[in-house]
């Protein structure tokens, strides 16, 4: 049974809503300036995305491909629960096989509480050797260590008051809390018939149409052999390379190079696919990143899959917005 909250607002059946993952990048930079990055989550969260998404990389070296680091992802969440009202905030993905499952429990309390409860929790098995190394873990096991690892977090969040797994006389505070929806970002190292039967719902990576509509099908159909009953999401995440064109999106690497019309388009066949949630991974362009997110929103608007801002909302409503703010909207 999946320790999973009840469908998170950020995900529903027949509908698509859009995250970002940090960071969000010029492309002359060299390095991150991390307060920069929360001033961003501040905006997406203005802008009305549904979700802003973090890594857990906990180390680097010339193993890694990035040059620059990332912010322990708890951490990273919790100075963005401070500044946003009510964009949802989550990791893609918290590797479970280097964390102790009661450690990430406690950061999910805390994050619940701190933020009125709208974290996501994105699970992931990992794969980089050198990290493995460095934990003292076993890359080869880390399926296994997962499977233990997300059954003693399932139940930590599920039963904060009584953490009979450890005995009688634990438990798990800030309590009481909403448990987090957990998602299998990837495989994990498990079937997709596991995932169905654990998870709040799957997240995987960007591929061709043809090759999504494949793997959706594969999920609908574990999902009803396991939760017929129970609402599962579906989420992909794709890398974007916005430009100024205004004609069809170019494929890359994961994703494709395009302007607003084409990521429109985008939008609109992941939704005729079956994703409830699309996590944009921004590339580095010569664009900043708040004109960047905001051609993101304009596309994802005109794609029916964001509302206009609440803060454009917010004024409107109060009788204060100006002719600039009415033609942002």
Do not use: C
């Not at 991974?281 to 794609?303: C, F, H, K, Y």
């Not at 609440?310 to 409107?316: L, M, S």
Request: hydrophobic share 45%.
């Amino acid at each position: 049974m999946s320790a999973s909250a009840p469908p998170n607002p950020i995900v529903r059946d027949g509908e698509i809503s859009i995250g970002l993952i940090a960071p969000v990048r010029r492309a002359s930079a060299t390095s991150i300036d991390f307060r920069e990055q929360v001033d961003i989550a501040a905006e997406a969260d203005a802008l009305g995305f549904a979700a802003w998404w973090v890594r857990d990389v906990p180390l680097n070296g010339s193993w890694y491909p990035e040059e620059f680091g990332h912010l322990d992802p708890f951490v990273a969440l919790g100075a963005v629960a401070a500044r946003t009202r009510r964009i949802a905030f989550g990791t893609a993905a918290t590797v479970l096989p280097l964390r102790h499952a009661l450690h990430v429990a406690k950061a999910a309390a805390s994050l619940q509480a701190l933020s009125g409860e709208r974290l996501l929790l994105g699970l992931g098995a990992g794969d980089r050797p050198q990290e493995f190394a460095a934990f003292g873990e076993s890359l080869e096991d880390r399926g296994a260590t997962f499977r233990e690892r997300w059954a003693v977090l399932a139940a930590a969040l599920r039963s904060p008051e009584a953490l009979t797994m450890l005995g009688e006389d634990y438990d798990l505070h800030p309590a009481p809390f909403a448990p987090p929806p957990l998602y299998a970002i990837g495989s994990a190292g498990q079937t997709v018939d596991w995932i169905a039967r654990n998870a709040g719902g799957w997240f995987t990576y960007h591929r061709e149409p043809a090759g999504q509509r494949d793997r959706h099908a594969i999920w609908r159909s574990a999902v009803e052999r396991h939760a017929a009953d129970a609402f599962r999401a579906f989420g992909v995440a794709v890398q974007i390379e916005l430009t100024d064109e205004s004609g069809p999106a170019a494929p890359i690497d994961l994703g494709y190079r395009t302007g607003v019309q084409g990521l429109t388009n985008i939008i609109d066949e992941q939704r005729r696919i079956g994703v409830h949630h699309l996590i944009i991974s921004l590339r580095p362009t010569a664009t900043g990143p708040d004109e960047a997110i905001a051609r993101v929103a304009e596309a994802a608007r005109n794609a029916g899959a964001m509302d206009p801002s609440p803060q454009a909302q917010t004024e409107a409503g109060s009788g204060l917005a100006g002719s600039e703010a009415e033609q942002s909207t």
